[in-house]
């Protein structure tokens, strides 16, 4: 299996994004038109649930360092800065 960084990922993030952008755009305003779904018709491969779930933890610890999301031990909930009130 080709080991890739999230470096690589972002550049390709940023290198095909508007066109990729667009395309799913256009895929979606035709499923609406059509009727069609928008579910997931297959599940997922088990390296592609790793990668997701690792991908999520680093998003989560990260805005867990910035600030933006705090956990409370009390209510076992997770705070996100952005939603609080007052």
Do not use: C, H
Not at 8 to 33: H, L, P
Not at 68 to 77: G, S
């Amino acid at each position: 299996m080709r080991k890739i960084t999230l470096e690589e990922i972002n550049k390709r993030v940023q290198t095909k994004g508007r066109s990729v952008d667009y395309a799913v755009n256009k895929f979606r305003s035709k499923t609406k038109d059509e009727g069609w779904t928008m579910g997931r018709v297959r599940p997922r491969d088990s390296d592609e649930v790793l990668a997701l779930n690792r991908l999520s933890r680093m998003k989560l610890r990260n805005a867990m360092k910035s600030g933006k999301v705090q956990y409370d031990k009390e209510r076992r909930v997770f705070l996100v800065a952005e939603y609080l009130r007052g």
